[in-house]
């Protein structure tokens, strides 16, 4: 399988339900999402996928949680907008955008720190 990856930025506060330390208050982070798309063939250019179709589409989901209180939104209004649930949310939602008969996503990484992430590959 061809894997391509782009990386992109946002910033974003939040706040843990049910932890105990200090992320059940309110903090902020300054967030770097890896994206990553797999493809068992490539297309008639000779690539998985265009980086900036992926960067496009990255951009669009990511524009929607920058600068914003992600508990006040509706995707984490039930469930705590931890690194891990950022990241199925990006997942799912990339998903829903570019997985065809010949590429998927395959892996999101939503780092909180320069060495803090989780990441989310799909069932």
Known sequence: MYEVSITSRFSAAHQLEEFEGGC??????NWKVEVTVGGSSLDGAGLVM?????????GEIINTLDHNFLNELEAFRSVNPSSENI???????????????RL????VRAWESEDSCASYAGS
């Open 104 to 107: 998927m996503v395959t892996r």
């Open 24 to 29: 059940e208050r309110l903090h902020g982070h």
């Open 87 to 101: 990241a199925r949310y990006l997942f799912d939602n990339l998903s829903d955008r570019i997985n065809n008969d």
């Open 50 to 58: 265009d980086f900036r179709e992926l960067k496009k589409h990255t």
